[in-house]
């Protein structure tokens, strides 16, 4: 008799803390749910081919700011306005004792859909979509390797191409109830080449 009481106030127990568990489960699933804010920041390769330069674009600072929704758990989208930096760097020209100075420059937007794996704690996803991404490139004359004769300047025209591809990227994101905190890889076709963006930031939804 006492063996079934017991029995039976452990079976209540464990009901009532299922019960009293569900809304804060949903209430956490919510959290996950809507319309969001976000920046990150990070290192960008920029890649630009032309026929003036060739891969050019080491390492640099970058950054994106983006608006999205994601009104199930499993799907969601976005809008970014992508910024891949500004490097700038020295050369010799082949073949010739000239030294030339080259900046660029790939900036634009970006519309991705994005697919959320179902797995605890972290969200995986992968995303998908079209950026439109502007390059520039300048480049001057600055002088030529010591000891030899310098050329008369030519101006070299200036590079300026509008680029609408495909894109795409993976990340993984940890929740906080209405924040989120991101790592990403993207990959753009524009410059001639695929320069790529690796980045962390934060999410908050509303």
């Known amino acids: 008799m006492a063996e079934n009481r017991a029995q039976r ?6 009901a009532c803390l299922v019960l009293l568990a569900l809304p804060a489960a949903a209430a956490r699933a919510e959290d996950l749910l809507g319309p969001y804010l976000g920046a990150t920041i990070g290192k960008s390769e920029l890649d630009i081919t032309t026929s003036t330069v060739s891969h050019f674009g080491s ?18 989208v976005e809008v970014a306005y992508v910024d891949l930096g500004h490097p700038s760097e020295q050369s010799t020209a082949p073949f010739s004792p000239v030294t030339i100075a080259t900046d660029a420059s790939i900036k634009g937007v ?3 859909g994005i697919l959320y794996l179902p797995t605890p704690l972290l969200d995986f996803y992968l995303k998908g979509g079209l950026a439109r991404l502007t390059t520039k490139v300048n480049m001057s004359v600055v002088g030529c390797t010591t000891g030899t004769p310098c050329p008369p300047a030519t101006p070299i025209p200036p590079v300026d191409t509008n680029d609408t591809a495909l894109t795409g990227g993976v990340g993984a994101q940890f929740r906080i109830s209405s924040f989120g905190l991101r790592a990403e890889y ?14 962390l930031g934060a999410i908050w939804m509303f």
Do not use: C, D, M, Q
Request: no cysteine; charged share 10%.
């Open 9 to 14: 106030l452990w079976t209540a127990g464990v």
């Open 59 to 76: 390492s640099h600072s970058a950054f994106k700011v983006l608006i999205g929704a994601r009104p199930i758990s499993e799907v969601g």
């Open 110 to 112: 970006a519309a991705f």
């Open 186 to 199: 993207e990959r753009f076709n524009a410059g001639g080449g695929n320069p790529y963006l690796v980045s």
